[in-house]
């Protein structure tokens, strides 16, 4: 199959089989299509690639992202393992896509996130102990992140780089010692279980299912809020920040304020996923905000690829099996992450997403042949394909 | 003392109103190094106004100083007669006071388009819009493409700038601080580093400049400014020499001792080298006398010029 690899990657889902069966006509048909042959004539077998290729570039991602979604509500219907492990997926991309936000668009990487993550857990938890309805719960604990990440912030985007990094580890260990020692709230290492989780007429989250649909839900709108944000000028702006913070103050930009913007917005959805979090475990502990916690995060967005909201979500993925399937025939698969995790960093430094990113690029490339050599007068060789 | 005479155009009146940017008494001392001492100047609207000196004369502190990357140690900065000394450089950035960098700073993990989008975007509350696509603000995006297409980049606009060319990067570098559409623009040595074919290609687009435009340039080399700048203000160890026009300086002695060394003999009557593409004829883009006037430092400069390059070490990128 010789014009099919380049494309492929790229496209992922429903063209697949168009490129497949192109590919048996190129081979029966001309040679026209390999796109390393080109002195061959354009035929109707390039004319067909090149709309399959231009389709798969217009509708590529909304197609793949509809048959993806298609296919976790499938999954998620059962009440097995399958369905635990993808909840636990969704919940840990929701916080590896914005710690991508702050880290691949703004540049500022934090290593507070999983205390974040845990504090609004917490907050849910701790407001359900103390006798508040579970939706004024949900909101105890989503305030409580959104607080701490305004007043936090003001001190954090102050730094950049490593001391940024350095900061944000610093609070993430201060939140994991409070829950780890602050026992009258938090009682200590044995974690807060929630029992009762908000419902609202028909709409009962103790319903597993209604919890399943609705975490991935909350993932796609998370999702596609920040796709949309780091496509805004906003969005831009934040790259300018990353890219050369001192010319754009030069440009009118007052820089810290969009840092810290861009802190608040990853704080606030990080206690999403927090929320989601104990929603889906009925239980948070301070092991949910320690160090190696906050490492794992990063590695999903590095794993995944900074800079790409989707990548995280897809390091996500990858790290969640890792950690609970590989685990089970595995002992040392933290050797085995950390092998991946070199092997993608050293082949692909875009990480995952960098790889589909490449096969988007020679997809457009092939795109761009194809164009040129249609728009040459066509050869004496135009039987070829027919 | 900043006002006077006109000395640049003799017998034209004093221009009213305020100065387009002045300057009082700056100075600036990095532990116990002076680098910008007590420099006082008034560069009218429209002007072209150039700086040189030396390596290490303190001609890009002195723009920090006036672009508000640097605060004064002592002194002040108006724009338009407003004090801005204590206006940080977005505030100064929206009161018309753009400005290139001699490091080039541009946005190098972003497209040419990108980068333009982001300049246009500066000064616009739609920098903070969160939900809409930048591609979708039309206007900018076709303002931006025409802003590249005016200085030969228009085929450029999906590469990324860090496949630019130092000569392209040095336009974008320009072009960023004129999406700004600036009152005052301060450009710090915008041909450092460029071919001569290159250096007619800046010039030329300095010299097609709006006339309203007030241009202040530091240049290390005196022949990229002839062409361009009507008058020129000579900077040496952190203190204003001498301030005239062009042809003044060219023929002034400190000014070839600052260049040449003290060991030149005064009787060569040479002018300084001349650049390649230009002329000392050419006319200025704008009339000489509207321009520009400084004051000569009341801290006399020292006698004994020291070879150029010996001294500060705020020269180049700032903090």
């Known amino acids: ?386 | 003392m900043t006002a006077g005479p006109d000395r640049a155009g003799p017998g034209q009146p004093a221009r009213p109103g305020p100065a387009a940017l002045a300057a009082d008494h700056l100075c600036r001392r990095f532990r116990g190094l002076t680098a910008v001492a007590d420099v006082s100047l008034q560069v009218a609207p429209g002007a072209r106004f150039g700086i040189i000196g030396p390596n290490g004369a303190g001609k890009t502190t002195l723009f920090n100083l006036l672009s508000g990357e640097l605060r004064p140690t002592s002194g002040s900065v108006a724009l338009f007669g407003r004090d801005i000394t204590a206006l940080r450089p977005y505030s100064r950035v929206a009161l018309g006071l753009g400005r290139t960098f001699q490091i080039t700073r541009i946005f190098s993990d972003l497209t040419v388009l990108e980068n333009l989008t982001l300049a246009l975007h500066g000064l616009s509350r739609s920098k903070l819009s969160l939900l809409r696509p930048w591609r979708s603000y039309r206007a900018m995006t076709a303002e931006a493409a025409g802003l590249a297409a005016s200085f030969g980049l228009a085929q450029r606009l999906g590469a990324a700038a860090s496949d630019l060319s130092h000569g392209e990067v040095r336009e974008l570098e320009v072009l960023l601080a004129l999406a700004l559409k600036p009152k005052v623009l301060l450009l710090d040595e915008p041909a450092a580093g460029l071919s001569p074919a290159e250096r007619v290609d800046i010039q030329t687009l300095l010299t097609s400049l709006p006339a309203e435009l007030t241009l202040i340039m530091i240049e290390h080399d005196i022949d990229v400014l002839r062409g361009v700048v009507d008058s020129v203000a000579v900077l040496h160890l952190g203190a204003l020499v001498v301030q005239g026009s062009m042809r003044d300086i060219q023929n002034d002695e400190r000014v070839r001792e600052l260049y040449l060394g003290s060991s030149h003999s005064r009787s060569s009557g040479i002018a300084p080298p001349r650049g390649a593409g230009a002329t000392p004829e050419a006319s200025p883009p704008t009339e000489p006398g509207q321009a520009t006037e400084a004051s000569p430092p009341e801290a006399s400069p020292p006698e004994a010029s020291p070879p150029p390059g010996a001294a500060s070490p705020d020269e180049g990128d700032g903090p």
């Open chain 1, 1 to 386: 199959m010789s014009a099919g690899p380049a494309p492929r990657g790229a496209s992922q889902h429903a063209p697949g089989t168009t490129h497949r069966e192109e590919g048996q006509q190129a081979r029966t048909g001309a040679v026209a299509l390999s796109p390393a042959g080109p002195s061959s004539p354009p035929g109707r077998g390039a004319r067909l690639t090149l709309t399959v290729l231009r389709g798969s570039r217009r509708f590529g991602g909304p197609v793949a992202g509809v048959a993806v979604g298609v296919l976790l509500v499938l999954l998620l219907q059962g009440n097995g393992f399958t369905s635990t492990l993808l909840l636990d997926m969704l919940v840990y991309a929701i916080a590896a896509m914005s710690l991508d936000f702050l880290g691949g668009y703004a540049g500022l990487i934090s290593l507070g996130q999983a205390g974040l993550l845990g504090v609004s857990a917490y907050g849910v938890a701790i407001a359900e102990v103390h006798f508040f309805s579970p939706w004024a719960a949900v909101g105890i604990g989503l305030g409580a992140v959104l607080a701490l990440g305004l007043v936090m912030g003001i001190a954090a985007v102050r730094t950049k780089g490593v001391s940024f990094v350095i900061i944000t580890l610093a609070l993430g260990q201060v939140l994991w010692g409070l829950a780890f020692q602050w026992v009258g709230l938090s009682e200590g290492d044995n974690g807060i279980p929630l029992t009762i989780l908000p419902s609202l007429g028909p709409f009962d989250l103790n319903d597993p299912l209604t919890l399943r649909m609705t975490v991935l839900i909350v993932f796609a709108v998370v999702a596609l809020l920040l796709v949309t944000i780091v496509h805004s000028p906003f969005g831009l702006s934040l790259r300018g920040v990353r890219s050369n913070e001192t010319r754009l103050a030069a440009l009118g930009y007052r820089t810290g304020l969009h840092r810290y913007l861009a802190w608040v917005i990853a704080v606030f959805f990080t206690g999403v996923a927090g929320v989601l979090y104990i929603f889906v475990n009925q239980l948070i502990s301070p092991a949910t905000m320690a160090f190696s916690e906050d490492g794992l995060l990063v590695i999903m967005v590095v794993l995944g690829g900074l800079g790409s909201i989707w990548g995280p979500a897809l390091g996500a993925v990858v790290i969640v099996l890792f950690q609970q399937e590989l685990s089970i025939y595995v002992t040392r698969w933290q050797t085995l992450m950390g092998l991946t995790l070199i092997a993608v960093v050293l082949f692909s430094p875009g990480g995952l997403w960098g790889v589909v990113r490449a096969a988007g690029r020679r997809r457009d490339a092939l795109i761009a042949r194809l164009e040129a050599r249609q728009a040459r007068p066509a050869g004496p060789g135009q039987s070829g394909a027919a």
